[in-house]
């Protein structure tokens, strides 16, 4: 699941240095679609703090008879947990399969309870196995479909279908609504459920039914899972010397690729360049502040952060700036979240040679920061909300395009572009 995921989850390359990793899942990040939630059972705020022991994570089912409780009498403030014990003992005492519960699992279920009632899809827990999905996820090496899904008005919709993964290839959309995973109905399934379904191995298949907009029936689609890695940043030479730079996610090696395109532009002195963010779900922030830089004169602001008490803090262009000066079309759909919103809204609020087109992105404005907890777990909290550099907020409104241009069914279904046509004919203005 993505937007910090820091991320905003909401970022599609997925390879990383080991080194690096180590560092930057720490740092913030910007992630939509990796960012999962549960809603399970009430919270455990008591268990969480106290002494340094806790639970140990069992293999095996942890029968709630021979469970030793730790930290249950810690008193906290005005806060009585004497309902949460009393809903543990009736459960224990009277629920007709005690046997068959795994106190463990009972834990897990409370702190992403806890997290859940914050009404925030992007804050949430990873429990030792999730943990281990996620940082699959955003490495770039997993097996699934290779889409990023999210909830946007309370139904799971996908962000975006990594470029060249089976979900493109099998016709997966942007925008699509999620009605059913294989005979798994949807409408109150979360984010991290969604993607335990569409995880699977190699080789094996998912049907999914997704409504699209503009059809009146559900349709299914069969997608056959793979190896999902994908090379964030692709370069073409478009016909009168226009550079066109399709970048799919904001990963860990993103700004190295994304580097090795600018020498491309350079060495064929390209005229204009269109960047296409449709259908990237964005990623790291570092990583958008330094593709930023290079396409933003030093000093400028690429995105404002807003904390929790309204202060504001300035990311701003590092420097190294070689592309600011050449005129540019950004390319943006309901697809493009997170990461890829803020490299559009920077070079458009800076820049007077810098048109948007396509549709309205998709509105991925919160920051997460990845905590590592013990027992092998962690959770995403979000921060902050993010701004353009004018301060314009796009949580849950997006960026409008300059020029709105329409992809209909009959133009996929004919290999036809007309966003694609229409940043060559600005482009070349």
């Given at each position: 699941?993505?937007?910090?995921?820091?991320?905003?989850?909401?970022?599609?390359?997925?390879?990383?240095?080991?080194?690096?990793?180590?560092?930057?899942?720490?740092?913030?990040?910007?992630?939509?679609?990796?960012?999962?939630?549960?809603?399970?059972?009430?919270?455990?705020?008591?268990?969480?703090?106290?002494?340094?022991?806790?639970?140990?994570?069992?293999?095996?089912?942890?029968?709630?008879?021979?469970?030793?409780?730790?930290?249950?009498?810690?008193?906290?403030?005005?806060?009585?947990?004497?309902?949460?014990?009393?809903?543990?003992?009736?459960?224990?005492?009277?629920?007709?399969?005690?046997?068959?519960?795994?106190?463990?699992?009972?834990?897990?279920?409370?702190?992403?309870?806890?997290?859940?009632?914050?009404?925030?899809?992007?804050?949430?827990?990873?429990?030792?196995?999730?943990?281990?999905?996620?940082?699959e996820d955003i490495t770039g090496s997993f097996e699934g479909i290779g889409a990023e899904i999210g909830i946007k008005g309370g139904v799971l919709t996908v962000i975006a279908p990594?470029?060249?993964?089976?979900?493109?290839?099998?016709?997966?959309?942007?925008?699509?609504?999620?009605?059913?995973?294989?005979?798994?109905?949807?409408?109150?399934?979360?984010?991290?459920?969604?993607?335990?379904?569409?995880?699977?191995?190699?080789?094996?298949?998912?049907?999914?039914?997704?409504?699209?907009?503009?059809?009146?029936?559900?349709?299914?689609?069969?997608?056959?899972?793979?190896?999902?890695?994908?090379?964030?940043?692709?370069?073409?030479?478009?016909?009168?010397?226009?550079?066109?730079?399709?970048?799919?996610?904001?990963?860990?090696?993103?700004?190295?690729?994304?580097?090795?395109?600018?020498?491309?532009?350079?060495?064929?002195?390209?005229?204009?360049?269109?960047?296409?963010?449709?259908?990237?779900?964005?990623?790291?922030?570092?990583?958008?502040?330094?593709?930023?830089?290079?396409?933003?004169?030093?000093?400028?602001i690429v995105v404002m952060e807003e904390d929790r008490n309204g202060k504001r803090n300035n990311l701003l262009a590092k420097g190294g700036d070689e592309l600011s000066e050449i005129?540019t079309v950004v390319l943006i759909n309901e697809g493009s979240a997170s990461a890829s919103e803020i490299l559009a809204g920077a070079l458009r609020e800076n820049r007077d040679n810098?048109?948007?087109?396509?549709?309205?992105?998709?509105?991925?404005?919160?920051?997460?920061?990845?905590?590592?907890?013990?027992?092998?777990?962690?959770?995403?909290?979000?921060?902050?909300?993010?701004?353009?550099?004018?301060?314009?907020?796009?949580?849950?409104?997006?960026?409008?395009?300059?020029?709105?241009?329409?992809?209909?069914?009959?133009?996929?279904?004919?290999?036809?572009?007309?966003?694609?046509?229409?940043?060559?004919?600005?482009?070349?203005?």
């Amino acid at each position: 699941m993505l937007d910090n995921i820091q991320e905003e989850n909401i970022e599609n390359n997925q390879i990383i240095d080991v080194e690096k990793k180590n560092r930057k899942l720490m740092n913030r990040v910007l992630v939509v679609g990796f960012i999962v939630i549960f809603s399970v059972a009430s919270f455990w705020f008591g268990l969480q703090r106290g002494k340094n022991e806790s639970l140990k994570a069992e293999k095996t089912v942890m029968p709630l008879e021979n469970t030793l409780i730790i930290n249950r009498d810690r008193k906290i403030e005005t806060l009585d947990f004497a309902l949460f014990w009393k809903v543990w003992d009736v459960l224990k005492e009277k629920y007709v399969d005690s046997s068959k519960l795994d106190a463990q699992k009972l834990f897990y279920g409370a702190i992403k309870g806890m997290l859940a009632a914050t009404g925030d899809p992007y804050t949430n827990f990873f429990d030792p196995e999730e943990n281990k999905k996620f940082n699959e996820d955003i490495t770039g090496s997993f097996e699934g479909i290779g889409a990023e899904i999210g909830i946007k008005g309370g139904v799971l919709t996908v962000i975006a279908p990594l470029e060249g993964t089976p979900a493109e290839k099998a016709g997966l959309r942007a925008g699509d609504k999620i009605v059913k995973i294989g005979d798994k109905n949807t409408a109150d399934l979360t984010i991290d459920g969604a993607v335990d379904l569409l995880h699977g191995k190699k080789g094996t298949e998912v049907k999914m039914t997704i409504f699209r907009e503009g059809e009146q029936d559900t349709q299914e689609i069969t997608i056959i899972r793979d190896v999902i890695n994908v090379k964030s940043v692709k370069f073409e030479e478009k016909e009168g010397e226009i550079a066109y730079i399709k970048i799919s996610r904001f990963g860990e090696t993103t700004f190295k690729e994304f580097g090795e395109a600018l020498t491309q532009t350079k060495n064929n002195n390209s005229k204009g360049i269109i960047v296409d963010l449709r259908n990237d779900p964005g990623g790291y922030l570092e990583t958008a502040v330094e593709i930023g830089s290079k396409m933003l004169p030093k000093g400028n602001i690429v995105v404002m952060e807003e904390d929790r008490n309204g202060k504001r803090n300035n990311l701003l262009a590092k420097g190294g700036d070689e592309l600011s000066e050449i005129k540019t079309v950004v390319l943006i759909n309901e697809g493009s979240a997170s990461a890829s919103e803020i490299l559009a809204g920077a070079l458009r609020e800076n820049r007077d040679n810098v048109t948007l087109v396509g549709k309205k992105s998709y509105g991925k404005g919160s920051v997460q920061e990845l905590v590592k907890l013990t027992q092998g777990t962690s959770m995403k909290v979000t921060i902050a909300h993010w701004l353009t550099p004018k301060g314009n907020q796009i949580n849950e409104k997006g960026i409008d395009p300059d020029v709105k241009i329409e992809f209909t069914n009959d133009d996929y279904n004919n290999n036809k572009d007309p966003q694609l046509d229409k940043a060559l004919e600005i482009v070349k203005e």
